[in-house]
């Protein structure tokens, strides 16, 4: 996957606000090909192993209980630079910090339910989207 691929998850109140189809549409109209997508729900398990990496921080269990209070979209994003481009498109993690235009200025709730996962290195990318997709579920 590295350098052309990116993970992204729409958390819970992006799927909760009925925003799927908005918040895709801002990928694909920047370029991105979707290569993998499912709507699925991570359990506590799944969340507390994704999440691994913030389990020393403050906010960890506060992160587990919201991405696992509903639905998410887990998807594998295809486009040139795609790990920079789409943490561009994203935003910053604070909404009231992004730039206008961004995924998480437009959508995004507060810096805890802040709309969108994206994934923040090539290695990442590959580790978040093996950890929600088989090698045959991508296309």
Excluded: C, W
Excluded at 39 to 52: C, G, H, N, R, V
Excluded at 68 to 97: M, Q, Y
């Amino acid at each position: 996957m590295s350098g052309n691929r990116t993970f992204t998850m729409l958390k819970p109140d992006t799927v909760e606000s009925n925003n799927i189809g908005n918040v895709t549409q801002m990928i694909t109209d920047a370029g991105f090909v979707i290569k993998a997508m499912k709507l699925t729900q991570l359990s506590k398990d799944q969340a507390k192993e994704f999440y691994s990496v913030h389990k020393e921080r403050p906010f960890y269990g506060e992160l587990v209980e919201y991405m696992t209070s509903g639905p998410i979209v887990a998807a594998v994003l295809e486009k040139d630079n795609a790990v920079e481009d789409f943490r561009n498109l994203i935003g910053s993690t604070d909404p009231s910090e992004a730039e206008d235009g961004t995924i998480r200025k437009k959508y995004a709730e507060s810096k805890g339910r802040n709309a969108v996962h994206g994934s923040d290195s090539d290695e990442n990318a590959q580790i978040e989207a093996d950890f929600h997709f088989n090698k045959e579920d991508l296309v």
